[in-house]
RNA sequence: UGCCUGGUGGUGUAAUGGUAGCACAGCAGACUCUGACUCUGCUUGUCUAGGUUCGAGUCCUAGCCGGGCAGCCA
């Protein structure tokens, strides 16, 4: 601790759900806060999903609580595992170092247990401690929750609720179902087989779970009120049939729970406190207190809170659409560093904690909106100023000559890691006669305000010398070959004219020492800030997202590991891309360029 | 003509009856061996109309405008 100098405290964040948890906790409601990050495997997590991911870790870890990592996979239709182990994988790399020890996991193959509560008989399943999750040595064998784990559990709560005459199964088929249910202007009817007796409907429910009817004959509904003016309350479905194999439950199902009948029942069995979730649930809420307060369960039941969901500009965050971007090809797959999927974020080159700021800097409220993404930019900029070693690299290559050095001549420079650090270490860079600039810090006829080369003019080469443009050579259509130039060497660090200042300082690599790299320079996906509100989003992807360049890169950068981050000076940060890069032959992708105030 | 829900600068938010603040963006300047970073300054806001109050973004009433809800999806 050093007494002199102690670092910021972040602020805690402070919204209307921390505040009700603090309520909470204050009121002693709950001896300990257990929330849940519940998504569906159906697709790859986003930017909107670490919203969520943050809210739910940052309240466990602000109250000292537990968050479950829970696969809400009651529709074998659409999932699958390779959705399951991406997920576990974004969340625990977004949780890392972070909320890792407040990560809700249970014992491999187990399920909810039959426990005594408050003199009754109940159902409960603990997470194991938190130490054993990810420790090889205590040998425990852990996984996240499954919604499907609980489907013996489920299936026991729909008999009774069959007992309690609050369920029955109906024979209409989706379309009737539909046309009975009304609008949300217009009461609905009751169904012609709501009114079955109690041992009926035990009979073919347990018939339906058999395997004795084809898919959509029959579902299991909840008997509330047809005339509702809340449509999730006009008897809705609580299970239907479908006679698939489940990817995590295996074959042993053909009865299948909805959503709205799962997730209560599942945060219940798991001790859940606050079942957080969108805006869009919020008319479920009401079902979602029903059936819980209609099964009279022994222990304390869990609540849901609706917050707004996070829509960035110029992204999508909806699993359908990112889907078709892979699809359709627009992409190179989930992963593409172009997708605000979190696999995608994380190839791109972004820290999860600036996309772990980013989320939390936007709030928890109830108002939608489209935020700024220069709200997301200025904070990857900020983590990464820090993080990244500064390095030298050159685009769009255009070669310079030294002609006062000779040949062979090779200057030693030092140049510095990183200005960031509190002790910056150097590392040495070489100046030889021919080295590479960029092609537009050169200009032949300079627009107003150049501070880069032009003829005649003098400029510095960043950790070298400054060096004077006296020539330039050019082929026979006029296009510009090279430029020559004479090196000042009195002007190097240490040098008695070191401390000459020239308005323009210009990055550069040795034409003999450097490397070829390709290097991925990535753009916005889309030409507009709201690409979801668009009749086509495929009409407006940015065509010049991705432009492609073989760059020159300074020597050390040939033995980077995909975990460094770089700043490539006056360029912008990048990462060696984790998926194609190979030994010998690096690829770099660009996080993000730096901020450009002088726009060009 | 149903139900739920929300409106604070360009954007995201704070203010819990008591000076409308912060961050981003923008603009201007300082600094600079990165036109980066950092620093300084500036511009811009409580949906409307009434009411309660010494005092209203906040409470009340009435409007206006927006979002969501009618999958055997989640």
């Known amino acids: 601790m050093s007494a002199e100098n102690p670092p910021p405290p972040a602020p805690a964040p402070s919204d209307f759900i921390r505040d009700l948890v603090a309520q909470h906790l204050a009121e002693k409601r709950y001896a300990k806060i257990v929330t849940r990050f519940p998504p569906e495997p159906n697709g790859y997590l986003h930017i909107g999903h670490a919203k969520s991911i943050c809210l739910n870790f940052g309240l466990a870890r602000e109250n000292d609580g537990q968050c479950n990592l829970r696969f809400d996979d009651t529709n074998p239709a659409k999932e699958e595992v390779e959705y399951v182990d991406s997920i576990i994988a974004d969340v625990k790399w977004l949780i890392d170092g972070w909320a890792d020890h407040c990560l809700g996991y249970k014992a491999k193959g187990s399920t909810a247990a039959a426990i005594t509560s408050n003199g009754r008989p109940d159902f409960h399943l603990a997470p194991v401690p938190v130490e054993q999750i990810s420790s090889p040595l205590s040998g425990a064998k852990t996984e996240p929750f499954f ?195 979190l696999s995608g974020l994380r190839r791109r080159g972004i820290p999860a904690s600036a996309v772990r700021r980013f989320v939390t800097s936007v709030g928890v409220t109830k108002y939608e909106s489209v935020t700024d993404i220069a709200l997301f930019e200025h904070v990857i900029r900020d983590e990464l100023n820090t993080l990244a070693v500064r390095r030298l690299a050159v685009l769009r290559p255009l070669k310079l000559v030294l002609t006062n050095l000779a040949a062979d001549e090779v200057i030693l420079c030092d140049a510095v890691n990183n200005p960031q650090d509190e002790t910056p270490t150097t590392r040495k860079l070489s100046l030889t006669r021919e080295i590479f600039i960029e092609a537009d810090d050169f200009a032949e006829v300079p627009p107003p305000k150049y501070f880069r080369l032009k003829p005649g003019g003098e400029v510095r080469l960043k950790y070298a010398c400054l060096i004077k443009c006296d020539e330039l050579i050019k082929d026979a259509d006029g296009n510009l070959l090279e430029v020559h130039c004479t090196a000042d060497l009195s002007t190097r660090k240490g040098e008695p004219n070191a401390d000459r200042k020239v308005k323009g300082t210009i990055h550069w690599v040795s034409a003999v020492k450097c490397l070829d790299a390709e290097v991925r320079l990535y753009d916005r996906l889309f030409t507009v800030a709201e690409p979801a509100a668009e009749e086509d989003f495929l009409k407006v992807v940015n065509p010049h997202s991705l432009e492609v360049v073989t760059a020159k890169i300074e020597a050390s950068l040939g033995t980077s590991s995909a975990e460094e981050r770089f700043q490539f000076e006056r360029l912008g940060y990048f ?11 690096p690829v770099f992708n660009r996080t993000i360029s730096l901020r450009d105030t002088w726009g060009k």
Not at 575 to 585: E, N, S, T
Request: net charge neutral.
């Open 147 to 341: 919604a499907s784990d609980y489907f013996g559990q489920l299936y026991f709560y729909a008999l009774e609720l069959i007992r309690r005459g609050q369920a029955y199964v109906c024979d209409l088929n989706a379309k009737e179902t539909e046309e009975y249910r009304g609008a949300p202007d217009k009461p609905g009817r009751n169904s012609p087989f709501r009114d079955r007796s109690i041992e009926e409907n035990l009979d073919l429910f347990q018939r339906m779970r058999a395997g004795e009817f084809p898919d959509g004959a029959r579902t299991l509904r909840a008997k509330i009120d047809m005339a509702s003016p809340n449509v999730w309350l006009r008897d809705p479905l609580l299970y239907r049939i479908r006679h698939v194999a489940h990817h995590h439950a295996g074959d042993k199902w053909c009865l299948y729970p909805l959503y709205d009948y799962a997730h209560c029942l599942s945060d219940y069995l798991e001790g859940i406190t606050h079942s957080i979730c969108t805006l869009e649930f919020e008319m479920h809420r009401a079902l979602y207190d029903w059936i819980l307060e209609s099964l009279d369960l022994p222990r304390a039941l869990p609540k849901q809170y609706e917050f707004a969901k996070l829509i960035p500009g110029y992204t999508l965050v909806s699993k359908r659409k990112l889907l078709t971007l892979v699809n359709e090809r627009v992409v190179h797959g989930w992963d593409d560093p172009r997708m605000a999927t």
């Open 575 to 585: 990462v060696l891309d984790p998926k194609d890069a190979q030994p010998g032959k």
